[in-house]
């Protein structure tokens, strides 16, 4: 029995209204009838055209470019959801931004990750339902349930496929140090060694490889990240892969940022193919025959049925 709210709507903001759409198709409903834009003076507005007293509620937002705009955006939405005497907020966020900004990486760093926890919470969510995050442990800056899925096992499947017979031929390989736990668990869905670039940072959005560790030659390659934004790691990582002899270079990333020149890297580098969710929507500027693009709404869809049954979303982390 449904403790909670007597119904489920789904409502949108700007940023990914194809995503939530493609949720509501999933889950045989429709896309609530909510109207959110701006004033002349760049102020955000929300209509809300229909009840949504007593109802389970699902804001699908994820905070990408433009950031700031597209979080303000989830906020308002909350709060006016929560003065309309909504029964239960779910924030669901596909691309949590400011992700990066998790810890104090030198003096005086802001922790901008635990903010937007608390002014989430605060706006009035009573959950969060978001994908591969940064560092797991933004879930604990939430003061609220935070569902935290995972998108490897979708890329995984597809390179399963895609490499099947010639596991002895292919290697997972991290883009740096601090993603190795990450291309572990990934090379073992596929049962494939792993290699690590070492690379060091002089500076944001900058890298520079000193070192590959493992084994490439004559090996097909995939590169594994949660994010690509400028794109600098990952091509120059790829570059690395093909001169010290590696036969085939492709990427993924479960959050495909692209921002500054990430499509021109990419264009020009030697990566066959990058593979990205749909947690952030491509611009058709972005649309290249590069990259490939996979859909979660399914999964997410899943997990909000899953939520609003109250029933377990744990089987889906894996």
């Known amino acids: 029995m449904i403790a909670h709210g007597n119904n489920i709507k789904i409502f949108t ?4 209204p194809a995503f939530a759409q493609a949720i509501a198709d999933k889950l ?3 896309v609530g009838d909510a109207q959110v834009g701006k004033f002349s003076d760049g102020e955000i507005f929300v209509n809300i055209n229909e009840t ?3 109802a389970d509620v699902f804001i699908v937002q994820s905070t990408c470019s433009p ?6 955006e989830l906020l308002i939405m909350i709060d006016a959801f929560k003065r309309a005497s909504a ?3 779910t924030a669901v966020i596909p691309y949590f931004g400011y992700a990066r900004q998790e810890r104090k990486a030198k003096a005086r760093d802001p922790i901008s990750a635990k903010l937007c926890a608390d002014i989430i919470t605060t706006a009035g969510a009573d959950r969060v339902l978001t994908m591969d995050l940064h560092a797991a442990q933004i879930q604990g800056f939430f003061d609220i349930p935070v569902d935290h899925l995972l998108g490897a096992p979708i890329l995984a499947n597809y390179y399963k496929e895609k490499f099947a017979g010639k596991e002895a031929d292919t290697v997972v390989v991290s883009p740096d140090l601090g993603s190795v736990t990450r291309a572990r668990k990934f090379a073992s869905k596929i049962d494939v060694p792993i290699a690590i670039i070492d690379k060091r940072r002089p500076k944001a959005n900058v890298s520079e490889v000193m070192n590959i560790i493992g084994d490439i030659k004559d090996k097909n390659v995939i590169l594994v990240d949660d994010m690509i934004d400028t794109a600098g790691t990952i091509v120059n990582g790829a570059k690395a892969l093909k001169d010290r002899g590696a036969k085939s270079v492709f ?3 479960s959050h495909a940022v692209l921002s500054g020149p990430a499509i ?6 030697v990566i066959e193919e990058l593979l990205v969710l749909d947690t952030v929507p491509l611009t058709p500027e972005k649309q290249i025959d590069k990259i490939k693009v996979l859909s979660v709404a399914p999964i997410f869809a899943e997990a909000i049925d899953r939520i609003y049954e109250d029933v377990s979303v744990s089987p889906l982390f894996d």
């Not at 903001?13 to 990914?16: D, E, H, K, P």
């Not at 950031?67 to 303000?72: A, E, K, P, R």
């Not at 021109?264 to 580098?269: C, D, G, L, M």
């Open 13 to 16: 903001a700007n940023s990914n």
């Open 28 to 30: 045989g409903t429709k």
């Open 52 to 54: 949504v007293r007593g």
């Open 67 to 72: 950031v700031n705009d597209n979080l303000m």
């Open 87 to 89: 029964g239960r907020i």
């Open 251 to 253: 990427a993924c990333c």
């Open 264 to 269: 021109e890297r990419i264009s020009n580098s």
